[in-house]
């Protein structure tokens, strides 16, 4: 077996709706040892069912087979002949179709399939006498009477659910071409059927009078599979999200604040769970409809404007702006709403999902649409962005075991490759529609290349019965999108800024031209008047686009020029203050003339004195550096270094005049109106001091609570705490299933702690914010609770306290009096001095902390439902 294959195979089975369960088996080889995989096969092509009274022999055609050998499987060394009983089914998957399982993807190119039958006299059954029937095509939904020489005619239906095709074998007789016979099968006089329900399965007795060369009826008992009931409610379910807001933040760069890298806002979105209506009871439950529907969606650089970093603000945004009047739908159904939004929204998916035979779902069908966007590309932002979405992958923390050496294990290579074999990726019908974008992309290479609003359009990509893995599903979809961009190579190469843009140009001259000829025609049909204003706005379209084309063309090129020569001036100090001074954008003419004369000066005062200070940066890299130095460090550095200084006084001058032309290029642009209204970020980017943040709670579990035994920690809220002067203090408050604990936020050390027997919660009307608790005594809590509870405790106190209160007095001791006799043991005394304190807290985790704290108390009375 290659091992680039996998071998379907199938075996009996006793319990289930079927006979067999179908099985992969895939080899793999490493070291000379050659592992085999056996797992259960997800993706069958075809089970076959007997309903004649003897046995089917099956195979698939071979155009390539010679002399008596019908079938593939006559060629390969097995001792019979695939053969299935009567009244059984069995899974068959061609050899054929596993060969071409990894090579394509989209086709359902099935063999032809032959059926042999055993005449009705011959009492020695072998290969040679079996009776082959035509070849039957078994790629599309039919019916076909097989007419067998010396057999029974057969009838074969062909039916594929769900990318399993149902293939069934059943005897028919002249009876059935008669009308008149049809007709009394219906009245039931020639055919006796007989159901008998059990549990697992239906019993069905056939009594066929019309056989050829057969004396008498013969029973056959048919095992079907059992059908399930169809459901009883139909449930839709939708949810609709007015705005969403994504943000990935970077807390590892910096130790002082938590930065935003990334931010995703997506508008009006939409998820509907439908049923679909399929033609029968079975399909009806089969198949169920997924929906999500996208308004807007617009990704955007938090870092640009503020840390100067990169060149887009905006990564992915839509090129027709959204309405603000979105419709109502808030008296509409589910399937209402899904239409609605559907037809206003920018992105649409709908997933169509179905069970095959062996519950095993299947993609029913796929289709992904989407409206022109505009894409902008910097490779130096994605590779930023997959290092933080690197860092949110969690490390495995499993402990490697030591194995014994007789058990060997299969590697987790090879366990992966037989699961994709089996399971591959199946989807009856993927389509992808048009897709349309303007594309801008800046590469920083050896040579620094930019592409600008480069207009693409890939056309219509459409597969049906995919059956294939993940990755050759990738590779199909790359070859398509790259081969669409292979044929617009010549509008990518003319959009590159080094070159000018010359795309770009054309295309605002020819927009130009267009209005100017399209504005005064439609103006000639509506009268005079319009005429004339169509030749005015006409006139000023034409010189506005191709004002605007030849100045963004000679500004991209100036721009282009800058960047690769601060690249070949060596220099990375001045490379980042030309970036940093390159990301401010000039308002107007008089800005981009200060920002462009600026750049220049400082270009020039970097190429004189980079003379004198390359060779200091080389020799000072080289002391600092933990290599031990040559010899000849020390000289080599100064030449290096000098030879840098040498490359940036040619070319840190004509980078600072290129960039002062497009300075001033872009400042006309802005200040005119030409450069039209830029994208930006939804939202501006904040920045969190990680010294204001808030403790989490595996640190107070882990620092705090330790010397506490038993201790489980159930909530952790911020407050704050007002003290005897009314001002607040932020604190802490951590609920345990016996403490309160108070943590001072500024020392970031306990407080107090409080048992949770102590104390109460006030009752405080009109603050939704205010918590107050009352701490009480041991006497006040025994006098609060009934004296068949405490009468026990009450006795016990009064017993160990007896000789406390039996000692004598010295004889200069004044007896006490009435007041302080009673404040002295009596708990009435003592009400008024009960200590409380008062929390400020959000209304939503106020109303949460006292429904958990109120659920502890019960567990400390023994009262309520347990909380763990």
């Keep these: 077996m290659r091992q680039d294959l996998k071998g379907p195979s199938s075996v009996p089975m006793l319990d289930g709706d079927f006979d067999t369960v179908p099985l992969c088996i895939s080899g793999h080889e490493k070291k000379g040892l050659v592992y085999y995989v056996i797992r259960e096969d997800r993706s069958p092509c075809f089970v076959l069912y007997n309903h004649t009274p003897g046995p089917v022999v099956y195979g698939h055609q071979d155009n390539s087979l010679t002399g008596n050998i019908r079938i593939q499987e006559e060629t390969e060394l097995i001792l019979d002949t695939p053969t299935l009983p009567p009244g059984r089914n069995v899974f068959y998957t061609p050899s054929a179709v596993s060969k071409k399982f990894i090579g394509g993807a989209g086709s359902k190119d099935y063999p032809k399939l032959m059926f042999g039958f055993y005449p009705h006299n011959t009492e020695v059954k072998g290969k040679e006498s079996i009776v082959w029937s035509r070849a039957i095509d078994v790629n599309a939904d039919m019916e076909s009477f097989l007419p067998i020489p010396q057999c029974t005619d057969v009838k074969v239906k062909v039916r594929c659910v769900a990318m399993v095709t149902h293939i069934t074998i059943e005897p028919i007789s002249r009876a059935e071409i008669s009308a008149r016979e049809v007709r009394n099968r219906i009245k039931g006089k020639d055919t006796d059927i007989v159901i008998g329900h059990t549990e697992e399965v239906t019993h069905v007795t056939l009594t066929n009078q019309d056989l050829p060369n057969q004396e008498e009826a013969e029973k056959v008992v048919v095992r079907t599979m059992k059908k399930k009931p169809p459901p009883g409610i139909q449930l839709c379910l939708g949810a609709y999200f007015e705005h969403l807001c994504f943000i990935l933040q970077d807390e590892v760069t910096s130790t002082e604040e938590v930065s935003e890298v990334v931010q995703v806002c997506v508008d009006n979105f939409y998820f509907s769970y439908l049923p679909s209506l399929g033609k029968s009871s079975e399909d009806l439950q089969q198949h169920t409809c997924y929906s999500v529907c996208i308004g807007s969606v617009q990704i955007d650089n938090q870092m640009f404007y503020l840390q100067g970093l990169y060149d887009f603000p905006v990564l992915f945004i839509q090129q027709k702006e959204q309405t603000e009047n979105f419709p109502n739908i808030s008296r509409l159904n589910v399937i209402e709403k899904l239409a609605v939004i559907k037809s206003n929204s920018f992105a649409h998916i709908q997933l169509v999902l179905e069970s095959d035979c ?82 801008s992309v800046h590469a920083s290479l050896k040579l620094f290349l930019a592409s600008d609003r480069t207009p693409l359009s890939f056309g219509k990509l459409e597969k049906k019965h995919v059956c294939t893995t993940a990755h050759q599903l990738t590779r199909v979809l790359t070859m398509h999108y790259a081969s669409g961009a292979l044929f617009r190579a010549g509008i990518v190469v003319g959009s590159l800024e080094i070159l000018g843009n010359p795309t770009g140009l054309v295309r605002s001259i020819g927009t130009g031209v267009a209005d100017l000829v399209k504005m005064p025609y439609s103006g000639l049909t509506k009268g005079p008047g319009a005429f004339v204003s169509g030749i005015s706005n006409g006139m000023s379209s034409f010189v506005r686009n191709i004002s605007s084309g030849m100045i963004t063309s000679v500004t991209n090129f100036a721009s282009s020029v800058s960047r690769n020569m601060d690249i070949l001036s060596l220099d990375d100090a001045h490379q980042e203050q030309q970036e940093e001074r390159r990301h401010r954008q000039p308002a107007g003419l008089s800005s981009g003339l200060k920002q462009g004369l600026t750049g220049f000066g400082m270009s020039l005062l970097g190429a004189v004195a980079g003379l004198a200070d390359q060779p200091l940066q080389t020799v000072m890299s080289r002391q600092v550096s933990t290599e031990r130095p040559s010899r000849l460090a020390p000289a080599t550095g100064i030449v290096k270094g000098v030879g840098k200084g040498l490359v940036g006084v040619l070319t840190k001058p004509i980078g600072g005049a290129a960039e002062f032309v497009s300075q001033t290029g872009q400042g006309i642009l802005q200040g005119t109106g030409l450069a039209g209204k830029q994208p930006g970020p939804r939202y501006s980017p904040e920045f969190r001091a990680i010294n204001t943040a808030d403790n989490s709670s595996v640190k107070s579990q882990m620092k705090l609570l330790q010397s506490i035994p038993n201790a489980t920690l159930l909530m952790s809220v911020n407050a704050c705490f007002i003290d005897l002067l009314e001002s607040e203090v932020k604190v802490q408050l951590l609920l345990t299933n016996e403490l309160l604990v108070v943590i001072s936020v500024e020392d970031d050390a306990q407080q107090q702690a409080f048992s949770l027997a102590e104390l109460e919660i006030l009752n405080v009307t009109g603050d939704s914010q205010l918590l107050s608790f009352e701490l009480k005594d041991s006497h006040q809590i025994e006098e609060a609770c009934p004296k068949h509870e405490v009468n026990k405790e009450r006795v016990e106190a009064f017993i160990d306290g007896a000789l406390e209160y039996a000692q004598v007095s010295p004889p200069d001791t004044p007896p006490p009096t009435d007041s302080q006799s009673d404040s002295s043991y009596s708990p009435v005394g003592r009400v008024n001095l009960s200590p409380k304190y008062h929390f400020r807290l959000e209304p939503f985790t106020r109303s949460l902390f006292i429904e958990l704290f109120c659920m502890l108390k019960n567990k400390l009375a023994g009262k309520g439902f347990p909380v763990y």
């Design 358 to 439: 062996l519950n095993h779902s299947v993609v029913k069908s796929l289709e992904i649409s989407m409206h022109p966007a505009a894409v902008n590309i910097d490779d130096n932002f994605i590779y930023r962005l997959l290092k933080e979405v690197e860092g949110l992958i969690p490390v495995p923390l499993n402990i490697v075991r030591i194995k014994h050496a007789i058990v060997k294990c299969l590697p987790m290579s090879f366990k992966n490759e037989s699961k994709t074999l089996s399971s591959p990726i199946r989807i009856e019908q993927l389509c992808i529609q048009p897709v349309n974008m303007l594309l």
